[in-house]
């Protein structure tokens, strides 16, 4: 079964540094995600991004956070000054299209900024 | 603002059914979603609703009820496996961003 790969799967940084979290996507899906979720909360949207641009973003994805598809096949977020409220598992998602046929979730990278 | 509401937890035996309810809050609504996640694990699919009704797939059932704004999903012959959380998500707009709820903790006891 196809699966959303992403790398790595533990990222401890310090505070300020900048991050790039880095995903690949399911080859034949056009639709990409980042999600966060804290620690025993709930998941939250970042930013969807289509035809090589963002389609939509949240208030959480401020100037600090910016996403790339560098290639055919890598989908990445970069967060430039992380703060230690940036500490969460980020989840990489991929639709083939709309989202009622639901997203593929790939197994998360837990980012703890300390 | 968006705002869904489940139940925090929910317990049941083994063998047993289990409905989770979903309440929302929404601006706009084009369609509700279940993810199941175990600990540790990535949230995986089970199910869309974008029109009334009940939705089966297997031992999961999703039912929506657009007048109402609520919509649940039923675990029928609960296996241990089971046991997880589970995350109503709303699709608000045209867009494909998800609104998740805060999810249901669900432990199957034998």
């Known amino acids: 079964e196809p699966e959303v790969t992403q790398t790595p799967s533990h990222q401890v940084t310090q505070m300020g540094q900048e991050v790039i979290l880095r995903c690949v996507p399911i080859?034949?899906?056009?639709?990409f995600y980042w999600y966060r979720q804290i620690l025993g909360q709930k998941v939250e949207f970042l930013v969807s991004?289509?035809?090589?641009?963002?389609?939509?973003k949240s208030e959480i994805f401020d100037d600090q956070f910016s996403v790339e598809r560098p290639d055919g096949s890598n989908f990445t977020l970069k967060i430039r000054s992380t703060k230690l409220e940036d500490s969460a598992m980020y989840f990489c998602?991929?639709?083939?299209?709309?989202?009622?046929?639901?997203?593929?979730f790939g197994s998360g990278t837990r980012l703890t900024v300390v | 603002g968006q705002s869904l509401e489940q139940p925090s937890e929910v317990t049941a035996v083994e063998g047993a059914i289990v409905q989770i309810n979903c309440t929302y809050q929404?601006?706009?609504?084009?369609?509700l979603s279940w993810y199941q996640q175990h600990d540790g694990g990535a949230p995986t699919f089970l199910s869309y609703?974008?029109?009334?009704g009940l939705e089966e797939t297997g031992r999961f059932s999703s039912f929506l009820s657009r007048s109402d704004s609520y919509g649940y999903l039923l675990l029928q012959e609960l296996q241990m496996k089971d046991s997880a959380s589970y995350f109503c998500?709303?699709?608000?707009?045209?867009?494909?961003?998800?609104?998740f709820g805060g999810g249901t903790r669900l432990m199957v006891k034998p």
């Open positions: 929404t601006s706009g609504f084009y369609g």
């Open positions: 998602a991929s639709s083939m299209t709309e989202v009622n046929y639901g997203y593929t």
């Open positions: 609703n974008a029109l009334d």
């Open positions: 998500a709303v699709r608000d707009n045209a867009g494909n961003m998800l609104t």
């Open positions: 080859s034949n899906h056009l639709y």
């Open positions: 991004f289509y035809n090589n641009e963002i389609s939509e």
